[in-house]
């Protein structure tokens, strides 16, 4: 050995020689407690449809829901997010707000087969609406102080069946104060709402467009929103949506938007969640399905990064994979 390696005092291998020494210096922990796992729930019964575009994906009615919840929340996974399919579909989405939707009913029963589970919900109108835009769409864009109504009526349906928190993912202006104020009045005070808060126009979107038949008839969703180049408007977005009474905020998509999650968890102390979306789950599958990587290898860095950048929870549709390849 040559006298200067010799004298190189700070060798930082010498931690990562084996397994044990790794996880002792372990800076970030993924564990199933950050995880939630998105539903896509359906009327009927005993019905499970698979989603071609996101493989183990599938549509659940009631009944097939309770029970894969039930399995997930025993593998450590605290919550769920539930997303509705109607029976029909009409301009204003009425469906959203229906005590009999898909949603209403999962929640209720969730929250007597699990009551410990954490039970979040989509709040948005694009699935429920003919145009398959996420509000009251005419003259070809959507009506932002038009739809807030309609998705306050949403919010407060989800809120009476016993969900947790609601998560109002529809971008317009207003709809966080909206909801807690129709929530507040309605005497659910404690009921949570999570604000998508930095919800980009993204591609990465196209197979849960597929699985919630939610895919616009025309035109796209730039109008209402965010614009992907932008990062310092994602945290005007994020404050708005405390200042109006959001109790956790979340970025969306997740991976190419890491820098915003940081500056995120850098700017606002909380809770901010990360979804790690339909596309970016889709991709990793098709990958490892030609054995091109290693989905569980990849599938916990990528859980782990997202951590690592700053989210306290990811919603991934691995959720239910990586709580069983954690616990080992």
């Known amino acids: 050995m040559s006298p200067r390696l010799a004298d190189l005092r700070v060798r930082p291998r ?3 020689r084996s397994e044990a020494r790794r996880r002792l210096v372990r800076e970030t922990v993924l564990t199933p407690d950050d995880l939630v796992m998105p539903y896509f729930v359906i009327p009927g019964r005993r019905r499970r449809e698979p989603v071609p575009s996101m493989p183990g994906v ?6 097939e829901l309770v029970r894969e919840a039930a399995a997930l929340f025993r593998l450590g996974v605290p919550g769920v997010i539930l997303f509705g399919l109607p029976s029909r579909k009409d301009a204003t989405g009425s469906e959203a707000w229906s005590g009999s939707g898909a949603v209403q009913q999962g929640v209720r029963a969730l929250k007597r087969a699990v009551p410990d589970l954490v039970v979040m ?4 109108l694009c ?7 996420c509000g009251v769409f005419h003259g070809g864009e959507v009506d932002n102080d038009a739809t807030l109504p309609l998705l306050a009526k949403a919010a407060l349906s989800h809120a009476r069946a016993g969900a947790d928190l609601v998560a109002p993912s529809d971008m317009m202006d207003g709809r966080v104060r909206a909801i807690r104020r129709a929530l507040d ?3 659910f005070a404690r009921t949570g709402i999570l604000a998508y ?4 126009a993204s591609g990465f979107y196209g197979p849960f467009r597929e699985a919630a038949g939610s895919t616009p008839r025309s035109g796209d969703r730039r109008g209402y929103q965010m614009d992907p180049p932008n990062a310092r408007e994602a945290m005007r977005e994020i404050a708005l949506d405390l200042e109006e009474g959001a109790d956790a905020v979340m970025v969306k998509p997740a991976l190419a938007y890491m820098d915003v999650i940081r500056m995120a968890r850098e700017r606002f102390d909380a809770p901010l969640a990360a979804y790690n979306v339909s596309g970016e789950y889709a991709m990793v599958k098709a990958a490892a399905a030609r054995g091109w990587l290693d989905e569980r290898r990849v599938v916990l860095e990528i859980l782990t990064g997202l951590k690592r950048a700053g989210a306290d929870f990811i919603l991934t549709y691995h ?3 990586a709580a069983r390849w954690l616990r080992g």
């Open 14 to 16: 010498r931690l990562r």
């Open 58 to 63: 599938e549509r659940l009615t009631v009944d």
């Open 121 to 124: 919900t989509d709040v948005c």
């Open 127 to 133: 699935e429920y609406t003919h145009h398959g835009h």
């Open 185 to 187: 009045r309605a005497g």
């Open 197 to 200: 808060a930095a919800k980009y």
């Open 319 to 321: 959720a239910k994979d």
